[in-house]
């Protein structure tokens, strides 16, 4: 069982670091532009365009048109903006990324052009596209606390109950206990797995905000050692860590989901929700079957390891501007607030731009991860403690 368990976990995760791989030689060129929305299928009049778009050296601009394919003429014609990280009227930092819409004038069949151009006009990248624009088309844009988003977590909640239900009224021999972490460990790392191959297929993969650095990444990739490893010192510190990051990390991001243009029912909107809901699934079952608990030291303990990762983050964010395409790496959300909205908004108005608002990320994980530790003290739900 141990072997098959190994044997799977490095395989994906091992496809997982080499699509990486092949995602950074990809975007390796001194131009770039990449295109991920409108997806390729009937669109609203209001068309969503969102890509990403880079020099290596010098500034560039952008434009898109709707060509009527009859006529070749261009029916709607708009200049795209890259996004820019602004604080109090200052430019922070340019982005590769951008997002907007161009308005097409009737339902019909048009060719979509998107052009790079250099400092000097002349065009770098072109990409073309043809798209059905439909006067009935259902908006597909996510939005916050919209029914596709209350009904994914109902469906988690669900999960979540019957897994409670399962672990505290059915007797599983420990045999039983373990083909069950294997299998939702091995369907979530499937899943990333699957998800990068469609990130690039798409033209959304960037090395600034798609490598597993992220917190909910990490967890993603440490999450089934927890369940291979033997009961002791080492795994109680890796059940402190994904319990207060899984709970407290892939919450937040399931309250407050960056999906962008894609909404339901496009792939990226399950896969965000099936990556993030195991990791609340196997953090409750870890709780549930393995023989740790969480302390107060605990607390302290995930605390202080999380402030040493959070600054070798902070640097690896910091470096990968020299990898195409070339702006800020934003893992753990530590150069600038989601583009979407978040409660990080809320810290950068008390505090200030990066570095200064981690003083409300410190403060927020005080508070959440305190919250946290309260039901082990209530319920408590553990009595073996290995350190």
Same mark, same amino acid.
Request: glycine share 6%.
């Given at each position: 069982?141990?072997?098959?368990?190994?044997?799977?976990?490095?395989?994906?995760?091992?496809?997982?670091?080499?699509?990486?791989?092949?995602?950074?030689?990809?975007?390796?060129?001194?131009?770039?532009?990449?295109?991920?929305?409108?997806?390729?299928?009937?669109?609203?009049?209001?068309?969503?365009?969102?890509?990403?778009?880079?020099?290596?050296?010098?500034?560039?601009?952008?434009?898109?048109?709707?060509?009527?394919?009859?006529?070749?003429?261009?029916?709607?014609?708009?200049?795209?903006?890259?996004?820019?990280?602004?604080?109090?009227?200052?430019?922070?930092?340019?982005?590769?990324?951008?997002?907007?819409?161009?308005?097409?004038?009737?339902?019909?069949?048009?060719?979509?052009?998107?052009?790079?151009?250099?400092?000097?006009?002349?065009?770098?990248?072109?990409?073309?596209?043809?798209?059905?624009?439909?006067?009935?088309?259902?908006?597909?844009?996510?939005?916050?606390?919209?029914?596709?988003?209350?009904?994914?977590?109902?469906?988690?909640?669900?999960?979540?109950?019957?897994?409670?239900?399962?672990?505290?009224?059915?007797?599983?021999?420990?045999?039983?206990?373990?083909?069950?972490?294997?299998?939702?460990?091995?369907?979530?790392?499937?899943?990333?797995?699957?998800?990068?191959?469609?990130?690039?297929?798409?033209?959304?993969?960037?090395?600034?905000?798609?490598?597993?650095?992220?917190?909910?990444?990490?967890?993603?990739?440490?999450?089934?050692?927890?369940?291979?490893?033997?009961?002791?010192?080492?795994?109680?510190?890796?059940?402190?860590?994904?319990?207060?990051?899984?709970?407290?990390?892939? %919450?937040?991001?399931? @309250?407050?989901?960056?999906?962008?243009? *894609?909404?339901? /029912? +496009?792939?990226? $909107? =399950?896969?965000? !929700?099936?990556?993030?809901?195991?990791?609340?699934?196997?953090?409750?079952?870890?709780?549930?079957?393995?023989?740790?608990?969480?302390?107060?030291?605990?607390?302290?303990?995930?605390?202080?390891?999380?402030?040493?990762?959070?600054?070798?983050?902070?640097?690896?964010?910091?470096?990968?501007?020299?990898?195409?395409?070339?702006?800020?790496?934003?893992?753990?959300?530590?150069?600038?607030?989601? %583009?979407?909205?978040? @409660?990080?908004?809320?810290?950068?108005? *008390?505090?200030? /731009? +990066?570095?200064? $608002? =981690?003083?409300? !990320?410190?403060?927020?994980?005080?508070?959440?991860?305190?919250?946290?530790?309260?039901?082990?003290?209530?319920?408590?739900?553990?009595?073996?403690?290995?350190?």
């Amino acid at each position: 069982m141990k072997r098959i368990t190994v044997t799977v976990t490095v395989v994906l995760t091992a496809f997982i670091i080499l699509m990486d791989i092949r995602g950074l030689l990809v975007m390796w060129k001194p131009y770039g532009l990449q295109l991920h929305t409108p997806p390729r299928t009937e669109l609203q009049r209001n068309i969503p365009l969102g890509g990403l778009a880079w020099a290596q050296q010098g500034s560039v601009s952008l434009r898109a048109a709707l060509i009527d394919p009859a006529s070749g003429n261009a029916v709607a014609e708009i200049n795209l903006v890259r996004d820019r990280v602004e604080y109090k009227g200052k430019v922070l930092y340019e982005l590769a990324s951008f997002r907007a819409h161009i308005q097409a004038p009737a339902a019909g069949t048009y060719l979509l052009r998107v052009e790079l151009l250099d400092e000097t006009s002349v065009p770098r990248a072109k990409i073309e596209r043809t798209i059905s624009v439909l006067d009935n088309t259902p908006d597909r844009e996510f939005r916050m606390f919209s029914p596709s988003h209350f009904a994914a977590l109902a469906v988690l909640f669900v999960l979540c109950l019957g897994l409670f239900w399962l672990c505290r009224s059915v007797s599983l021999t420990p045999n039983a206990k373990e083909w069950l972490a294997f299998v939702m460990y091995t369907l979530m790392l499937t899943n990333e797995a699957v998800y990068h191959v469609y990130w690039q297929s798409t033209g959304a993969w960037s090395v600034s905000t798609a490598l597993m650095f992220h917190m909910c990444g990490l967890s993603i990739l440490l999450l089934p050692w927890l369940f291979i490893v033997k009961p002791g010192r080492f795994g109680h510190i890796l059940f402190e860590m994904m319990y207060f990051w899984g709970l407290g990390g892939a %919450l937040q991001a399931l @309250l407050t989901p960056d999906i962008g243009l *894609l909404g339901y /029912p +496009s792939f990226k $909107y =399950f896969s965000f !929700f099936i990556s993030h809901g195991f990791i609340i699934l196997l953090t409750l079952y870890a709780s549930l079957t393995l023989p740790y608990r969480i302390t107060v030291k605990s607390l302290i303990r995930v605390i202080g390891i999380s402030n040493l990762i959070i600054f070798i983050i902070y640097i690896i964010n910091k470096l990968v501007v020299f990898l195409p395409p070339y702006e800020v790496g934003n893992y753990f959300v530590l150069s600038y607030p989601p %583009l979407t909205g978040s @409660l990080v908004d809320v810290f950068v108005a *008390l505090f200030g /731009p +990066s570095p200064w $608002y =981690f003083i409300g !990320f410190e403060l927020m994980g005080l508070v959440v991860f305190g919250i946290l530790t309260v039901p082990w003290y209530i319920g408590k739900v553990k009595k073996h403690d290995p350190l």
